[in-house]
C-alpha cells in the first residue's frame, strides 16, 4: 500500500574516496571534506629484499603474504613504473618491515611503492579484500573537522592498533574516506494513489522541498546505515537500532516521512589497485552495485518507494 502518490527517498553516492595506510594518514591533505571514515584491516604483503633485481623494462622481485598465520609461497612479480624509464638506473630501498619500495629516479625524484602496488602492478592479485572494523564520522557539530584531525586521538583506533598489534600482526590496518554527496529521489506513481487525503498528499509534498536536506542528519543518517549493515566489531551505536524513529540525529526523515535511505559505496580505483570488497560476519560490499537500502517508516503495510518498479518487472 502506497501511502503517499510522491514517495521521496534520500540517495547516498559517494563524490571523492582515498584509502591509505594508517601510518600515512597525515599526509592526505586536500581540498575534501571526507564526511565517513572505515577503519579496515587486510593481509599484509612482504617483499623478499634479496629477490629485487632490475633490467632495462622493469623490476623483479618475490612476493608473499601473510594471512591469519598462514604463510603463502613467495611469488616471483615483474613490474614498470612507465615504458621509457631504463629501470637499472633506479636507486632502490626495501627496508624493515619489507612492505614498500623506496625508490629514487635518475631524476631524483623519490617515489614510495607499496607491497600491495606492486602484487597488482605484476597482476598476480585481483582482489583487495578488507575486514570492515569501524565506521564513523567526522562532521562535527559546525561541520568544521577532518577526519585526519578527528583521528588524531581517537580512542577506538588506538585500541584497534593496540589489538592487532598483539593478536593480529599479520595485518595491515587501512583508513578509507568518504565524501560523499546526497541526491533526494522522487518516484510519483500515475496509477495508484496514496492512502492519505489530497490535502495531506500536498502538505507532505510542499514540506519536503520547503525544508532542504540538512548536512548533519544526512551523515548521521549514513553512518547509521553503514554500521547497521556491517555490524563492524569495534562499533557500539547503531548496531541494533536502525532505523530508529527516537533518533534525533536522523530525525528529520521522520518528521518529512521520508520513505527510504539508499547509500552506493564506489569502490573502484585506478590502476594498479583492484576493485576493494568490504566484509565482516554480517555482510560483504563487492562492487558498487551491492548498494545498501533501509525503509524509513515502521508501518508493515507501507510499500517501499522501488517497489512500483519491480511489480511492473513481475507483472
Not at 571526507?34 to 579496515?40: A, E, P
Not at 593478536?167 to 554527496?181: A, G, V
Request: glycine share 4%.
Amino acid at each position: 500500500m502506497r501511502k503517499f502518490f510522491t514517495e521521496f527517498g534520500l540517495n547516498v553516492s559517494t563524490s571523492y574516496k582515498t584509502i591509505i595506510p594508517v601510518e600515512y594518514l597525515q599526509e592526505v591533505r586536500d581540498e575534501h571534506d571526507y564526511h565517513i571514515y572505515f577503519i579496515l584491516s587486510c593481509a599484509k604483503i612482504f617483499i623478499v629484499p634479496d629477490s629485487i633485481t632490475t633490467d632495462e623494462k622493469g623490476i623483479t622481485l618475490q612476493l608473499y603474504r601473510i594471512d591469519d598465520g598462514k604463510i603463502d609461497s613467495p611469488q616471483n612479480v615483474k613490474f614498470s613504473l612507465a615504458r621509457d624509464i631504463d629501470h637499472r638506473e633506479l636507486k632502490i630501498e626495501c627496508s624493515y618491515p619489507y612492505t614498500n619500495l623506496d625508490i629514487q629516479l635518475a631524476n631524483g625524484q623519490e617515489v614510495c611503492v607499496d607491497a600491495q602496488a606492486v602484487l597488482n602492478y605484476g597482476k598476480i592479485g585481483n582482489e583487495w579484500i578488507f575486514d570492515v572494523l569501524y565506521i564513523g564520522q567526522s562532521y562535527g557539530r559546525q561541520g568544521n573537522r577532518v577526519a585526519q584531525d578527528r583521528l588524531k586521538s581517537h580512542s577506538t583506533l588506538q585500541k584497534i592498533l593496540t589489538d592487532y598489534n598483539v593478536k593480529h600482526p599479520d595485518k595491515r590496518i587501512y583508513i578509507f574516506l568518504l565524501e560523499i554527496c546526497p541526491i533526494l529521489n522522487t518516484v510519483m506513481d500515475g496509477i495508484h494513489r496514496g492512502s492519505v487525503s489530497e490535502e495531506d498528499e500536498d502538505a507532505h509534498f510542499f514540506n519536503v522541498f520547503e525544508n532542504p536536506l540538512k548536512m548533519e542528519q544526512i551523515i548521521n543518517v549514513t553512518e547509521a546505515a553503514l554500521i547497521n549493515y556491517f555490524k563492524p566489531e569495534y562499533n557500539v551505536n547503531f548496531v541494533d537500532n536502525f532505523p530508529d524513529n527516537e533518533h534525533k540525529g536522523y530525525s528529520q526523515y521522520f518528521d518529512l516521512d521520508y520513505n527510504s535511505i539508499s547509500v552506493e559505496l564506489d569502490l573502484e580505483f585506478d590502476y594498479p589497485y583492484p576493485q576493494m570488497q568490504l566484509k565482516t560476519q554480517t555482510n560483504c560490499i563487492k562492487s558498487c552495485f551491492d548498494f545498501i537500502q533501509y525503509d524509513l517508516f515502521n508501518d508493515p503495510d507501507r510499500d517501499n518507494m522501488y517497489a512500483l518498479f519491480s511489480k511492473r518487472k513481475d507483472d
